[in-house]
Structures are given as structure tokens and as C-alpha cells.
């Protein structure tokens, strides 16, 4: 299923926002084997402990939304031009993301 750009992004926010409370409330086990499991907790602990320090920073800069545009753009352009299909690493990604909060609750 496509998300659109907005809601990827409430998507990746979210979930984020659910790995810092869970991790401010208990620290999660590390038991699980699974290469699903890894990769999606080194992701989202990888995402979750930088992201609230650089929206603390970029919130302080008065051209931040016009620099995260031009990044995504760039993003954007890089990706066309190497072929990259966003549309299905995006999807790949969020349903890593998903199942590791999903084990993690």
C-alpha cells in the first residue's frame, strides 16, 4: 500500500515517538533473533536517539523548512537518476518499522 508523503511521514513520526517512550519507560530485550527484529530496532533506536536533539536545533533555524525541502528534492532527483523505486523502500521500510514496534508492545 502507498502512502502518500504526509502520511509517511505522521507514520515515521510516530513510531519514533513510540520507541523514545518505550525506551524512557524500560529498556527493551535484545533476545530476539530475528533478522526482522534487528534490523528494525537498530533503525528505529538509531532514529529515535537523534531525532529529537536535531528538531530541538532545526527549530531554532528560521530557513529549516526551506532546507528540508531542498533536501528532500535532492533526495528526490538522486534517486530518479540512480533508480532507485522510493515508493517500495519506503513501504519495505515502514513495514520493518511496524512489525519491530508491534513485537516491542
Given at each position: 500500500m502507498m502512502?502518500?508523503?504526509n502520511?509517511?511521514?505522521?507514520?515515521?513520526?510516530s513510531?519514533?515517538?513510540?520507541?523514545?517512550?518505550?525506551?524512557?519507560?524500560q529498556?527493551l530485550?535484545?533476545?530476539?533473533?530475528s533478522p526482522?527484529r534487528?534490523?528494525?530496532?537498530?533503525l528505529?533506536?538509531?532514529?529515535?536517539s537523534g531525532?529529537?536533539?536535531?528538531?530541538?536545533?532545526?527549530?531554532?533555524?528560521?530557513?529549516?523548512?526551506e532546507?528540508?525541502i531542498?533536501n528532500?528534492?535532492?533526495?528526490?532527483?538522486?534517486?530518479?537518476m540512480l533508480?532507485?523505486?522510493?515508493?517500495?523502500?519506503?513501504?519495505g521500510l515502514?513495514?520493518?518499522?511496524?512489525?519491530?514496534?508491534?513485537?516491542?508492545?
Open positions: 502512502l502518500g508523503i502520511a509517511t511521514v505522521d507514520k515515521i513520526s513510531l519514533i515517538e513510540a520507541r523514545q517512550n518505550s525506551r524512557s519507560i529498556q530485550p535484545h533476545s530476539s533473533n526482522l534487528m534490523i528494525g530496532e537498530s528505529l533506536n538509531r532514529f529515535a531525532i529529537s536533539e536535531t528538531a530541538i536545533l532545526a527549530e531554532q533555524q528560521e530557513n529549516i523548512q532546507e528540508l531542498e528532500i528534492i535532492s533526495s528526490f532527483a538522486l534517486a530518479g533508480g532507485i523505486d522510493l515508493e517500495k523502500n519506503l513501504a515502514i513495514d520493518i518499522l511496524d512489525a519491530v514496534s508491534a513485537e516491542a508492545s
